[in-house]
């Protein structure tokens, strides 16, 4: 089945710093990738999704992500962090030939002033 | 345009009760997918829904049921209620592939 891994489950960065979010696929063939942002008591807010139009895909909230075959990789980044991004990010994939997300474990992002 | 609604927001039942969770699609939206996400874990996925019918399951027993109405609606049933069902329990709407799946603000379920 097709997965995601999240590198590290804690990022901390100071207001106006770059915003770097890990993903990391598993899949033979080029899977759907998405990021998702939840805040604290809410449900999951759609970020960006990648469906192989291009390997850049900009998002929400001046979110981006690349996609990188050769590293099976999908990071999301943002150049200057806010207060307000101060929330949990989850990666999720869903292959091509089945309909469910499968997400990593979140990553929590912290900013600080 | 309305989103994904999820009632109701929050519910506590006892072991062994019988719940039903209930959800209305994104408007156009035609699939309906059901999640579970527990205290600090990623969703989980239950199931999906396509014209009226389950069309893929999670690994979840047969105590997690469902149900999709001809207007998209959805319900998800669980019985004999386990500690460990106690969660957030998300449903997600989209179109037929490859379109994205947008989430409702999800029901929290305690069971004591």
């Known amino acids: 089945a097709q997965s995601v891994t999240q590198l590290g489950s804690h990022v901390s960065v100071s207001e106006g710093a770059l915003v770097l979010l890990r993903c990391n696929y598993s899949?033979?063939?080029?899977?759907?990738l998405f990021w998702y942002v939840q805040y604290p008591n809410q449900g999951l807010q759609l970020l960006l999704k990648?469906?192989?139009?291009?390997?850049l895909v900009k998002g929400i909230n001046g979110f981006e992500a690349e996609f990188k075959k050769s590293e099976t990789s999908f990071h999301l980044t943002k150049p200057s962090a806010h207060m307000s991004d101060a929330a949990e990010y989850f990666c999720a994939v869903r292959s091509n030939s089945g309909y469910a997300l499968n997400f990593g474990k979140g990553t929590s992002l912290l900013v600080t002033p | 345009d309305a989103g994904v609604t999820q009632s109701p927001t929050h519910l506590i039942k006892t072991r062994g009760q019988q719940v039903t969770l209930r959800c209305s699609p994104k408007s156009g939206h035609d699939t309906v997918s059901w999640y579970q996400q527990a205290l600090g874990q990623g969703p989980q996925f239950i199931f999906q829904?396509?014209?009226?019918?389950?069309?893929q399951r999670g690994n979840f027993p047969d105590r997690f049921s469902g149900h999709q109405f001809p207007n998209y609606s959805s319900e998800l049933n669980v019985n004999a209620l386990l500690l460990g069902d106690s969660a957030l329990y998300l449903c997600?709407?989209?179109?037929?592939?490859?379109?994205?799946?947008?989430f409702g603000p999800g029901t929290r379920l305690l069971v004591l």
């Open positions: 997600a709407s989209s179109l037929e592939l490859p379109g994205a799946q947008y």
């Open positions: 990648y469906t192989s139009a291009a390997t």
């Open positions: 899949s033979s063939v080029p899977p759907y």
């Open positions: 829904y396509y014209e009226e019918e389950e069309r």
